[in-house]
């Protein structure tokens, strides 16, 4: 891959998939009130669950393109506050959009995204910790800084010459 949009929204689709996959065993083991696709069923269908099978598919796919958009954002702000520490920044990066996300909803009051118990906002907390490491890290292994020709040095192609030679004697060149 060469361009930064194709990198980070394939980023943002790996960093969001296992995002879903922690948010399904999050449910499973009653961790959770609300996964991620329900999450974004509610912005998607502007009602509260439960949802058919059809739709928590479509809103499951609308969750993961999101996270795809958000890899891409992610991708073209790197290069402006560079790659040292990624992991960091990239944990930094889903913590901010989690939050927003939160003040957005409470802000206009989004139904079914109000009064979370403790364990839904802990559980969506570390979905988006895993989302931002795993983008990251998916990110990273994309860069042109890890690609082994970023760490070759340049050299000149020619030996050096030797001063010492006398111009004069014709056996030396």
């Known amino acids: 891959m060469e361009d930064r949009l194709t990198k980070g929204f394939t980023a943002g689709i790996i960093g969001g998939i296992t995002m879903n996959i922690w948010a399904w065993i999050a449910s499973s083991l009653n961790l959770t009130t609300l996964t991620m696709a329900e999450w974004a069923g509610i912005m998607i269908y502007g009602r509260t669950p439960p949802f058919n099978f059809g739709e928590t598919v479509f809103a499951l796919l609308g969750q993961v393109l999101f996270s795809g958009a958000l890899g891409v ?6 290069p402006r506050i560079s790659s040292r520490n990624l992991l960091f920044k990239g944990w930094f990066f889903s913590i901010m959009t989690w ?3 939160y003040a957005v909803t409470t802000l206009f009051k989004v139904e079914g995204t109000l009064n979370l118990p403790l364990k839904t906002v802990i559980a969506n907390f570390t979905a988006a910790t895993i989302f931002g490491l795993v983008t990251a890290a998916a990110l990273k292994t994309y860069t042109v800084e890890t690609a082994p020709s970023a760490r070759m040095s340049m050299a ?10 006398d111009d004069d004697d014709p056996n030396t060149l």
């Open 73 to 78: 954002a992610f991708s073209y702000l790197v």
């Open 156 to 165: 000149p192609a020619m030996k050096p010459l030797d001063t010492e030679k």
């Open 99 to 101: 939050f927003a996300i």
